[in-house]
């Protein structure tokens, strides 16, 4: 195991390091546990627990074996082309899946049951008449990436009743999903989706995937709900798609710029439901588990779970 003195460096501008503090030097005695912005040297740090640290700060580490992302997403981390040439290992789900299927649920529910509409209603204190909706047999869901996450997210909205459809870039079986796989396959997913749920990674691939043109493909009125990346849609084009009609709504969690900046129109639109980036909070307790696992993995000589892939880029 490591020799006395090893330090697990720690983070992240959104997570207070004591709950992952304490359990790590429970189950790693061997290991010291310290927030990378004050470490007392740097050759010391052997493993970096890391959530959107600036460009170029963990170049300084030079004796790291592995950084683990506190994140769903690797995009921004390997945006910084400094990294140290060490395996970067992802968290697989860590309570995320479940938090982001409930989340794309109350979308679903919220544009299939038109409850925007009957908010509205309410305040007008209006006792409004019986809106239409079809069946939830005849209201297919399209979710897009059907990784460790989406592939949840797919398999909990079939369980409500909606015909699923799922798009990855490598073929996947889900119980009560059609899946589907490649550029023919997207077409007839957009045209038959009445909500479309974006889940993909970020990648040089998928970056501004959702345009103008990405939603003229998409059937007339459709929803949106994005839990992916702010990145992979083109703001103003969602905008004049939702005024033309393309679109008829959509719920957005992720943004180019976050915090969605105070002057930014989407906040003011009536058709848009806006949430800061909390669909799928990591859960510490479920992480460390992944996290300890692998550390001890690597300690032994052994190949760290979910690595992520340079060359996909997740
Ligand atoms: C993310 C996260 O990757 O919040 O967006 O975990």
């Not at 909606?162 to 889900?174: A, E, H, R, T, Y």
Request: glycine share 8%.
């Amino acid at each position: 195991m490591a020799d006395q003195g090893g330090v697990i460096g720690f983070y992240s501008p959104d997570e207070e390091p004591q709950p992952w503090k304490s359990r790590l030097e429970l189950d790693l005695p061997e290991f010291r546990f310290e927030p990378l912005e004050n470490v007392s040297d740097v050759h010391c740090v052997h493993y970096a627990l890391v959530w959107n640290p600036p460009v170029g700060f963990l170049n300084q580490f030079v004796n790291l074996k592995a950084v683990f992302v506190l994140g769903a997403g690797v995009d921004s981390l390997l945006r910084d082309k400094t990294l140290p040439p060490v395996p970067i290992v992802k968290l697989s789900d860590a309570g995320m899946a479940n938090q982001m299927a409930h989340y794309v649920a109350y979308g679903v529910l919220h544009f299939h049951r038109r409850f925007g509409e009957y908010r509205q209603f309410q305040m007008e204190q209006r006792w409004s008449p019986i809106l239409d909706i079809s069946s939830a047999g005849q209201f297919p869901i399209g979710v897009l990436g059907l990784g460790a996450i989406g592939s949840v997210v797919a398999r909990q909205i079939a369980r409500l009743g909606f015909p699923v459809l799922g798009w990855s870039n490598s073929p996947k079986q889900i119980d009560g999903v059609r899946t589907y796989v490649g550029e023919d396959d997207l077409a007839e997913l957009l045209r038959e989706s009445r909500v479309l749920v974006n889940l993909l990674p970020l990648t040089h691939k998928t970056e501004n995937l959702i345009d103008r043109s990405f939603i003229k493909r998409m059937r007339p009125g459709a929803f949106l709900i994005n839990i992916g990346r702010g990145r992979h849609v083109r703001e103003d084009d969602l905008l004049e798609s939702l005024e033309e009609g393309l679109l008829s709504g959509a719920m957005l969690d992720v943004f180019d710029e976050e915090p969605l900046p105070n002057e930014s129109p989407l906040w003011r639109h009536p058709n848009l439901l806006i949430t800061p980036h909390v669909s799928g909070i990591t859960m510490p307790q479920i992480a460390l588990d992944q996290i300890v696992k692998n550390i001890q993995l690597i300690e032994f000589g052994e190949t760290p779970r979910s690595l992520v892939d340079l060359d996909r880029g997740y």
